[in-house]
């Protein structure tokens, strides 16, 4: 275990009922928080609470000092710019769809659990117009005939993710709450 993942697992984080308060009475904090919704191939998002949606808290680290403080000890340890996105999923729901990043990402899971399916990268490089065309046509294809690492993470577990690494979460029985640290190499 290395000194940024005991450093993850360690920290206090808002709860979701801080995240959730915040975005009703925080007009600018609102309007970087989306509701996403997941079923099958339906995916939604908005802007306005949708039922049994999973909430999506964008570029928080400036709102909240420990989150500010965490970014700043990762770019520390790795000198490349950090920006960090909370994500509330309810019971027995999937978060996004399956997609990747074109970043790094450092995940702690800070509440309940969730049941994550990570498939290698297929593709040696990755960019926006990639992830564009991915999302509509191959990465549905692809992760299906294709093993995945499947992974819980419970409270304080932590998972790193590359770049260009298709992943999916859904929850448990209880809702859940995790923080996503992206690591930009640009």
Same mark, same amino acid.
């Given at each position: 275990m290395n000194?940024?993942?005991?450093l993850?697992?360690?920290s206090?984080?808002?709860?979701?009922?801080? &995240?959730?308060?915040?975005?009703?009475h925080d007009? /600018?904090?609102?309007?970087?928080?989306? *509701?996403?919704k997941?079923e099958?191939?339906?995916?939604?998002s908005? &802007?306005?609470?949708?039922?049994?949606?999973?909430?999506?808290?964008?570029?928080i680290?400036?709102?909240?000092?420990?989150?500010?403080?965490?970014?700043e000890?990762i770019?520390?340890?790795?000198?490349?710019r950090?920006q960090?996105?909370?994500y509330?999923?309810?019971? /027995?729901a999937?978060?996004?769809?399956?997609?990747?990043d074109?970043?790094?990402?450092?995940?702690?899971?800070?509440?309940g659990?969730?049941?994550?399916?990570?498939?290698?990268?297929?593709?040696?490089?990755?960019?926006l117009q990639?992830?564009?065309?991915d999302?509509?046509?191959?990465?549905q294809?692809?992760?299906?005939?294709?093993p995945?690492?499947?992974?819980?993470l419970?409270?304080? *577990?932590?998972? =790193?993710?590359?770049?260009?690494?298709?992943?999916?979460?859904?929850?448990?029985?209880? %809702? %859940?709450?995790?923080?996503?640290?992206?690591? =930009?190499?640009?």
């Open positions: 000194a940024l993942e005991i993850l697992k360690s206090k984080f808002p709860s979701s009922e801080e &995240l959730k308060a915040r975005t009703i007009s /600018a904090f609102s309007r970087k928080t989306r *509701h996403v997941t099958a191939d339906i995916f939604q908005s &802007l306005f609470e949708l039922k049994d949606g999973t909430w999506s808290f964008n570029s680290e400036n709102d909240f000092p420990c989150i500010n403080a965490l970014c000890e770019e520390l340890h790795t000198g490349l950090v960090c996105n909370a509330f999923t309810p019971s /027995a999937q978060g996004l769809p399956i997609h990747y074109l970043h790094d990402i450092w995940i702690v899971q800070t509440e659990s969730k049941l994550w399916k990570v498939w290698k990268s297929f593709r040696k490089e990755v960019s990639t992830l564009l065309a999302e509509k046509e191959n990465l294809a692809w992760t299906a005939g294709t995945s690492r499947n992974l819980r419970e409270k304080n *577990h932590t998972l =790193y993710l590359k770049k260009g690494e298709p992943h999916v979460a859904t929850t448990t029985t209880k %809702s %859940s709450l995790h923080f996503s640290f992206g690591i =930009y190499n640009e």
